[in-house]
């Protein structure tokens, strides 16, 4: 991604990479979010990067709900547990 553009442009590319969640969450300094987000509106790259990014992060919670779903072990599993801890 920081392959395009001038100088200013790779810069802000590499900045993204860096603070991308803290960007997608507003928790930089606000004049580091509106550059980046001026940057973001000009760079294609960019807006590309950030849809790819939160995809992935959806994918990720919901493979995390999935997975935390069916983690729940067999009650006589965990009293079997706790008994051998208690030893």
């Known amino acids: 991604m ?7 442009a790779s810069k802000r590319c590499a900045e993204l990479e860096e603070f991308v969640a803290d960007y997608l969450e507003g928790r930089l300094p606000a004049p580091a979010q509106q550059r980046l987000g001026a940057h973001v509106d000009e760079c294609p790259a960019c807006r590309a990067f950030l849809a790819s990014y939160r ?12 997975s935390s779903d069916r983690a729940e ?5 965990v009293q079997a547990i706790l008994r051998s801890l208690s030893r």
């Open 2 to 8: 920081a392959s395009h553009g001038g100088q200013g």
């Open 55 to 66: 995809s992935t992060v959806q994918v990720a919670k919901h493979a995390l709900r999935r």
């Open 73 to 77: 072990a067999p009650e006589a599993l």
